[in-house]
């Protein structure tokens, strides 16, 4: 059972936008504690998408984007294509002492 | 460029012992904070140790606190992961990742490393 929690799967046509939701708690993301995401496609290593709720690292398209409201965040993907069909992650840190990085079970995104 | 390599994975049984090592380079290994995390078959990632970057304050998940260890030796730019009293439940990819300066999010990852728990 993660600590943040994720849809398992969402799915979108090309050219469409999808969201994921990640919702935690008061001991993370209602701490204050930024939300990152990170994309992972099968065997290969996580990928850094979205840092400090909204922030892209150089090279992710803006069509990727974050927000943060409360205990929840959320990821969007808009303009929708096929190489995108991955998994996302959630990520925030968490004041208590049994696990201080802490991420959300994950959600397989197809795209139809 | 900076790179993260794991080494060190492979097929034990349950009991035994193994040690993960994590080989940086392409930036100043000893200026960071580093993690190690994991992904079960079929499940999500999960965070199980940090470390500083003078490797004098470590924290682990429960789920392995007082079985796994890591430590560092930033004179060989490497990271490592002693992992003791294995269990089916270990059997994963384990990746090192490297903490952004001042913040909490993982800005690269090493390949991973599959360690095999079965007898």
């Known amino acids: 059972q993660s600590v943040l929690t994720q849809p398992p799967s969402v799915s979108g046509a090309p050219g469409q936008r999808v969201t994921i939701s990640c919702t935690g708690s008061s001991s993370n993301i209602g701490a204050g504690y930024d939300v990152h995401w990170y994309q992972k496609f099968p065997g290969t290593a996580p990928k850094l998408l979205i840092y400090g709720n909204n922030n892209r690292p150089s090279g992710v398209p803006d069509r990727f984007s974050g927000s943060k409201s409360g205990t929840s965040a959320s990821l969007a993907i808009t303009g929708l294509q096929a190489d995108d069909e991955a998994e996302y992650y959630c990520q925030s840190h968490d004041s208590s002492p049994s696990g201080y990085w802490v991420f959300g079970g994950g959600t397989k995104l197809t795209v139809l | 460029e900076v790179q993260l390599v794991e080494s060190g994975g492979g097929l034990v049984q349950p009991g035994g012992s193994l040690r993960l090592s994590c080989a940086a380079s392409?930036?100043?290994?000893?200026?960071?904070?580093m993690n190690w995390v994991r992904q079960a078959p079929g499940k999500g990632l999960e965070w199980i140790s940090y470390i500083s970057y003078s490797g004098s304050t470590t924290y682990y998940a429960d789920s392995v606190k007082g079985r796994f260890t890591i430590s560092r030796d930033d004179a060989k730019n490497s990271l490592y992961l002693q992992m003791d009293s294995l269990r089916a439940e270990d059997t994963a990819v384990y990746y090192c990742?490297?903490?952004?300066?001042?913040?909490?999010?993982?800005?690269?990852w090493g390949q991973g490393a599959l360690v095999t728990v079965a007898s």
């Open positions: 990742a490297r903490i952004d300066i001042g913040v909490y999010y993982l800005d690269y």
């Open positions: 392409g930036f100043i290994f000893s200026r960071y904070e």
